[in-house]
């Protein structure tokens, strides 16, 4: 507890936490988020420009917010045809090279929603059509086993491999759909920046730190763990 | 015995002294940090949980649908208590006062502090907007005697009161009490109030989980140097300085 509050004496940048929160918000592309965010916020929180002046970094991710937007919701909803549409009208240079990871995941999603509704035999049609090329590309190769294998059980929501069926799965395949449309920005300065939010870099950082300095004290003692520290210690905190 | 013991002590302390930090170089660093594995769905929460605490309801409303994240508290309850976190910041404080009782009347009976600040902030649009008469009226009536119980209420009411003092009163000194940051200094205080009768956790995880970050970087510098993260908005790392 005493550390507790050692901890929370220490100050931190006003907005700080409002500016890492947009920041996530513009990157993953949650527009109507957003935008709720900022009309709400416009009495209390300094404006991009005043931010800046703050020593904030900027905001870079404004790009095709709008098709990032409408993108993350047709996969979310399970509709990669039209997914794969958009994509060739929008961004065709993601989608070119029909071998890439962004078209993996895709396909796969595609294979995959075809076994939630049960029609096995356009997924094997599918499958034979759009996957059996990535038996050759190594680094997915072991993700594209786990997919196959949902043919093989029922029901597929029940077995190892089921996980592929949750919507984390659906989440996983916009996040990288969101990055590659991101990395077709013109004046893009850092590529690294279109996989990794602000807030998620800091969370590693948290992380690592953490854990090394628990190394030095021969691994003793629990090391920040977010999961664990959203689920377990939440508890009604009175001043 | 004893002048082993000595010895052993001495070569202990030069032990220390001749140890230097360990160097972490930005590669292995980066290595390092590609291994740590955080949970969409986990930032997502922590996200959601911020919009949440902070009263963002529509925002809140929104990132459920965009991101299917469930918050972690009913909805519904965050508008009240937004409509008294708004009527604060607006100036209505007898407006917010009365929503608050409507919500939970508890809350201001186990928060004499913030029924104080309330009042206070009463006065202080009362002051404002120039009533002179209405203002000492208030004061003596409602304020003088929570501070004849209380030697900070005192002080802050005598502080408050001597604005009336003074013809140009934005520029006195005790003027900062008539800025926009008064209100919403209230305005926060009660928020926090609303959340705790809720049984919520009145302040958002976030910007805990930050200043954890700025602590685990000052325990780590003690025994490595490493890159760090100076800045919390750019989370860009700095080589460690050799």
């Known amino acids: ?239 | 015995m004893s002048l082993s013991w000595i010895f052993l002590g001495q070569l202990d302390s030069i032990e220390t002294m001749s140890t230097s930090k360990k160097v972490i170089t930005r590669e292995e660093w980066e290595r390092k940090l590609k291994d740590v594995k955080i949970r969409k769905e986990d930032m997502n929460k922590l996200v959601m949980n911020f919009l949440v605490t902070e009263g963002y309801v529509e925002a809140a409303e929104k990132f459920r649908i965009e991101s299917g994240t469930e918050p972690d508290i009913d909805l519904a309850t965050i508008t009240d208590r937004m409509a008294v976190k708004k009527a604060v910041q607006s100036g209505n404080v007898k407006d917010a006062i009365e929503k608050v009782n409507d919500l939970n009347p508890m809350i201001l009976d186990t928060n004499p502090q913030l029924y104080f600040h309330l009042q206070q902030q009463r006065l202080i649009e009362l002051i404002r907007i120039g009533k002179v008469e209405e203002a000492l009226e208030f004061a003596q009536e409602e304020l003088a005697p929570r501070g004849e119980e209380n030697q900070s209420f005192l002080e802050e009411l005598e502080r408050t009161v001597a604005l009336l003092a003074f013809e140009d009163v934005k520029n006195c000194p005790y003027g900062e009490l008539l800025d926009v940051s008064q209100r919403l200094k209230t305005a926060s205080e009660v928020n926090a109030a609303i959340l705790t009768s809720q049984s919520h956790e009145k302040d958002p995880k976030l910007p805990s989980l930050l200043k954890m970050l700025i602590w685990a970087q000052n325990q780590l510098d003690d025994k490595a140097a490493y890159p760090r993260i100076n800045n919390l908005s750019t989370a860009v790392l700095e080589d460690p300085a050799i």
């Open chain 1, 1 to 239: 507890m005493k550390l507790q509050k050692m901890v929370e004496r220490l100050t931190l940048q006003p907005d700080v936490s409002h500016w890492i929160v947009r920041s996530y918000l513009l990157h993953y592309g949650y527009q109507d988020t957003l935008n709720s965010f900022d009309t709400a916020s416009e009495d209390t929180c300094p404006s991009s420009s005043a931010a800046q002046e703050n020593g904030f970094g900027e905001h870079g991710d404004i790009y095709a917010l709008n098709h990032r937007k409408v993108l993350r919701k047709l996969i979310k909803n399970g509709d990669i045809d039209t997914a794969f549409q958009k994509l060739r009208e929008w961004y065709p240079q993601v989608v070119q090279d029909d071998t890439s990871i962004v078209c993996f995941l895709l396909h796969s999603q595609r294979f995959i929603e075809y076994i939630r509704v049960g029609f096995l035999e356009e997924a094997v049609s599918y499958g034979r059509a759009e996957l059996a090329k990535f038996f050759s590309v190594k680094p997915v190769a072991e993700l594209l086993e786990d997919v196959v294998a949902l043919l093989a059980y029922n029901p597929p929501l029940e077995s190892c491999v089921g996980y592929l069926l949750e919507m984390s799965q659906r989440e996983f395949v916009a996040d990288a759909v969101n990055a590659a449309v991101l990395s077709t920005n013109p004046n893009l300065k850092d590529p690294e920046s279109c996989m990794h939010t602000v807030l998620e870099k800091l969370l590693r950082q948290l992380t690592l730190c953490s854990l090394e300095r628990r190394a030095f004290n021969e691994d003793q003692g629990e090391a920040f763990h977010l999961h664990r520290e959203l689920h377990g210690a939440g508890r009604a905190k009175c001043s």
